[in-house]
């Protein structure tokens, strides 16, 4: 199994402004999976990020507004451009397969 | 494309009752099918997976048969506890149209009353 963690754990943040969280794995990994839960809601994948390449993105899911880093095979970030509060949410990564996946433990934003 | 249905939430049950979460599924392919759980406070964990029709998932007192005639996974317990209070979550992955991506459901609030 993989171990993840995400930086920060939570952050409130100003409308406007942006935010990047952090993303590491103790192992080398091919793919890595931004995804967001907002509240009391289930799990969208926002993308895939491979490294050595540009990330894909999901319907509904734009560069300008998620723009992704994968500058090596156990590390990615993901900025949270020009919050708003609908951007409040508990952002995931994870690594893996199809055969399995394996969680960070989220990083909770709220946007006022 | 593929996706994922499963009971409403939340489901409230008392200590010792038998627990059945349903899920059906929607894919093209073979997919492999998962629950996942999400404790109060904490990240995703996969709790049990099957990979092929038939196979059956099992951990912590938790089983799934893949039943690809049905296409259904449903999460049984026999005997619940309070600790298994949570959000589950069941998901599929590897179908033609979803690839390594996984695909989710709403999710079911579980709680265990003492």
């Known amino acids: 199994s993989a171990v993840i963690s995400q930086k920060p754990s939570r952050d409130i943040c100003q409308r406007g402004t942006s935010l990047t969280i952090q993303c590491q794995v103790d192992?080398?990994?091919?793919?890595m999976f931004w995804y967001r839960q907002q509240p009391g809601q289930s799990l969208t994948l926002i993308a895939t990020?491979?490294?050595?390449?540009?990330?894909?993105?999901e319907s509904g899911f734009v560069i300008d507004k998620f723009p992704i880093s994968r500058p090596n095979l156990t590390f990615s970030t993901l900025t949270v451009s020009n919050m708003s509060p609908e951007d409040s949410s508990i952002y995931l990564c994870?690594?893996?397969?199809?055969?399995?996946?394996?969680f960070g433990p989220g990083t909770r934003l709220l946007v006022l | 494309g593929d996706s994922v249905t499963q009971m409403e939430g939340p489901v409230t049950l008392s200590e010792e009752a038998f627990l059945t979460i349903n899920c059906t599924y929607t894919?093209?392919?073979?997919?492999?099918l998962f629950w996942y759980v999400q404790y109060p406070g904490e990240g995703l964990q996969l709790l049990l997976k099957?990979?092929?029709?038939?196979d059956k998932g099992s951990n912590k007192g938790f089983e799934a048969t893949y039943r690809k005639e049905t296409t259904s996974f449903h999460l049984e317990k026999g005997s619940v506890q309070v600790s298994d209070s949570a959000v589950y979550f069941c998901?599929?992955?590897?179908?033609?149209?979803?690839?390594?991506?996984?695909?989710f459901g709403s999710g079911t609030r579980l709680s265990i009353r003492p």
């Open positions: 994870s690594v893996g397969d199809q055969e399995t996946q394996y």
């Open positions: 998901a599929l992955s590897g179908g033609y149209s979803s690839a390594s991506k996984i695909i």
């Open positions: 192992s080398q990994v091919t793919m």
């Open positions: 099957a990979t092929k029709a038939d």
């Open positions: 894919a093209t392919g073979y997919p492999s």
């Open positions: 990020a491979n490294q050595g390449s540009e990330a894909t993105y």
